[in-house]
């Protein structure tokens, strides 16, 4: 039985079975393991997520910022950017269906090996005061949400980067709201932990005053591998604790996996190249 964790598929479905054929995935064996950004982009995000649905347990997904965003398009709370692709989910005969199996997803998961090491997985990152037992809990938070009629009331006032700074304290929206972009949106932070949500540069090109989150002093996820999307322009990192998979699928790059089985410290790199759907800028 192989696990395989896979970045950002952004609506390259073509891209997303040439990757699984090429490992000859197996749903009745294997489990995926996606780091969020299922859709958007690319040129079949129903595609994406009819498969997902079709293997059932076999895929366990994370949700990203633009599979949110396709939630919020769908209820009428965001308009669709000159960018964005979500056409094949919202005119779909089906849409219902794709949009309910979406929002059923969470925002982090987790999974022990053999040996009892355990790797975190979110799309974007994490809080440096966050543990592995609260980053799961803070993700079930907002996932009650995502499942209960007071989803379309969240959508209209998810978007926003206040408040920038995780506290225990925070209620209500700005709770949410701060869940929400840290798992999602995260790259750059002071070390502290507020978080900065204009600069998209390669780790090395970090602002002033600024670090990325994995880099925090302090980090509670530390002691664990965390695996996460969300940031091309970082590149491939696959470190003992850490697994950053979003290779730029969607602009032309790669689609990547990481095999394991049951032990975290051995892996295997699976990538294959991609057609670029757009480009960046």
């Given at each position: 039985?192989?696990?395989?964790?896979?970045?950002?598929?952004?609506?390259?479905?073509?891209?997303?079975?040439?990757?699984?054929?090429?490992?000859?995935?197996?749903?009745?064996?294997?489990?995926?393991?996606?780091?969020?950004?299922?859709?958007?982009?690319?040129?079949?995000?129903?595609?994406?997520?009819?498969?997902?649905?079709?293997?059932?347990?076999?895929?366990?997904?994370?949700?990203?910022?633009?599979?949110?965003?396709?939630?919020?398009?769908?209820?009428?709370?965001?308009?669709?950017?000159?960018?964005?692709?979500?056409?094949?989910?919202?005119?779909?005969?089906?849409?219902?269906?794709?949009?309910?199996?979406?929002?059923?997803?969470?925002?982090?998961?987790?999974?022990?090996?053999?040996?009892?090491?355990?790797?975190?997985?979110?799309?974007?990152?994490?809080?440096?005061?966050?543990?592995?037992?609260?980053?799961?809990?803070?993700?079930?938070?907002?996932?009650?949400?995502?499942?209960?009629?007071?989803?379309?009331?969240?959508?209209?006032?998810?978007?926003?980067?206040?408040?920038?700074?995780?506290?225990?304290?925070?209620?209500?929206?700005?709770?949410?709201?701060?869940?929400?972009?840290?798992?999602?949106?995260?790259?750059?932070?002071?070390?502290?932990?507020?978080?900065?949500?204009?600069?998209?540069?390669?780790?090395?090109?970090?602002?002033?005053?600024?670090?990325?989150?994995?880099?925090?002093?302090?980090?509670?996820?530390?002691?664990?591998?965390?695996?996460?999307?969300?940031?091309?322009?970082?590149?491939?990192?696959?470190?003992?604790?850490?697994?950053?998979?979003?290779?730029?699928?969607?602009?032309?790059?790669?689609?990547?996996?990481?095999?394991?089985?049951?032990?975290?410290?051995?892996?295997?790199?699976?990538?294959?190249?991609c057609e670029q759907a757009q480009r960046p800028g």
């Amino acid at each position: 039985m192989a696990r395989y964790f896979i970045g950002d598929i952004q609506g390259c479905h073509s891209a997303f079975l040439n990757l699984l054929q090429q490992v000859e995935f197996s749903p009745s064996r294997d489990t995926l393991y996606l780091l969020g950004d299922l859709v958007n982009r690319g040129p079949d995000s129903a595609g994406v997520l009819r498969q997902c649905m079709a293997w059932g347990d076999a895929v366990q997904p994370v949700l990203g910022n633009h599979d949110l965003h396709l939630l919020a398009a769908a209820h009428g709370m965001r308009k669709s950017s000159r960018r964005d692709t979500l056409a094949s989910v919202l005119e779909a005969p089906d849409r219902a269906a794709l949009l309910d199996w979406l929002r059923q997803q969470p925002l982090a998961r987790s999974w022990t090996d053999a040996q009892g090491r355990q790797v975190l997985m979110v799309h974007a990152g994490v809080q440096p005061s966050w543990t592995l037992a609260q980053t799961l809990a803070l993700s079930a938070e907002v996932q009650h949400v995502l499942t209960s009629p007071a989803l379309p009331d969240f959508l209209q006032q998810m978007y926003g980067n206040l408040p920038d700074q995780w506290d225990d304290a925070l209620t209500g929206t700005d709770r949410l709201r701060a869940i929400v972009n840290t798992l999602t949106r995260i790259r750059f932070c002071t070390p502290e932990g507020r978080m900065d949500f204009e600069s998209a540069e390669s780790a090395a090109q970090a602002p002033e005053g600024l670090v990325p989150w994995f880099t925090c002093p302090a980090r509670q996820t530390a002691q664990h591998v965390v695996a996460f999307g969300h940031w091309s322009t970082l590149g491939l990192i696959n470190q003992p604790q850490l697994m950053a998979l979003d290779t730029g699928c969607v602009w032309g790059g790669q689609l990547t996996a990481v095999r394991v089985e049951d032990d975290l410290q051995a892996r295997e790199l699976i990538q294959i190249d991609c057609e670029q759907a757009q480009r960046p800028g």
